[in-house]
């Protein structure tokens, strides 16, 4: 295993000070490390993979030096495109170190959504000529590795990858986690809205553990699972899949669960809800300041107004709200809203230490879930 601030060291002897990306949860004690020493226009912890991608860029294009982008694998594929169209050698040619968490490694046991990115992330990067290298066990062969590395960078102008896998890193506990005291925890808060839904009202949840409560609440409450869309991957999708069903299934409510992360992943998704306007598509953003499913990160929502970004982007009725009995009343309000309507519930940061997993496959939860839009 490797130290994360002998690799940190490491990286800044080899002038590598700039860092841009989306937290993994591999990578968790590594990100936690960035975040305590590096100051924060160093570490842009940005709205996705492929703005990190940008992000470094400019930093090359202001400097000259190149910067490093971490991520987990399943967030290459938001990098594509600036990778094959940006940094690639045959347009503007940008060095950058990439930092990828190795989610479903074939042979390491891991979650269903991490198989496939697991088994194509090496085939991936050789499809997009990014030679790269496996983070070693100790800091000798990874300083080699990171002069490989380097000296690529310096002489070819392209993005080099790190491949982490799972236990890389030693364990380091983020100290500057930013403490959010609200009146409830995203659990206690999921547990008020699914007590408020019909039986007719279906739910589409996003990716980490909001998924995993819903998930277990819903068989301590033995009500089966077949009204909740869990959407395990994909991050910063659920509101897109939600707008679908929505405008699909006009008679029943559609809420989607999100989290203010996967929320500013793919904010644009609220443009094409505030367009189209579906009354039925409710938006729920737990908001606790951070990716907190893959090691409490922080995330820019501090500097947000959540409701009035979704107001801006032509939805209809917007609120905050942090106690039961506020939340009870928005929905409420929410009921009577002429168009799409958004309930951001600024939450405390934290979630139970022995959270399971969702028990059902994907591929079974969808068809349990069309199976149940089929009745009404
Ligand atoms: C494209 C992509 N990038 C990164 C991840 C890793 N990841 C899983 S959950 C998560 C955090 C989500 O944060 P948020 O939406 O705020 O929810 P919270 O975990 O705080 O409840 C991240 C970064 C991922 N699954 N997919």
Redesign the pocket.
Known sequence: MLSCTAFLDLLREYDIDFFAG????LLGSFIGCLTDHIPEENNIIAC??GNAIACATGYYLGTGKPGAVY??N??LG?CINPLTSLADKEVYSIPMLLIIGWRGEPGVKDEPQHSKQGRVTCGMLDNLEIPYSILPDSIEETRQILKTAVQYMAKDNCPYALLVRKGAFEAYALQSKKATYYPLK?EEAIKIIVSYVKETDVIVS?????SRELFELRERLEQGHAHDFLTV?S??HASAIALGIALQQPRRNVYCF??????I?HMGSLTSIGKLHPTNFRHIV?N?F?????GGQP?VADVLDIPAIAKASGYETCFSATTEAEIKERLDAMQNAVGPSLLEIPVTIGSRGDLGRPGNTPEGNKIEFMNSLKQM
Do not use: I, L, Y
């Open positions: 989306v937290p993994d949860s996705n993979e991520m987990q399943s967030g938001n995203r996003t990716t980490g553990k909001t991957g991050m910063g999100d989290g203010d992360g996967a929320f992943m737990f606790n951070a990716h907190e499913s893959v995330t």
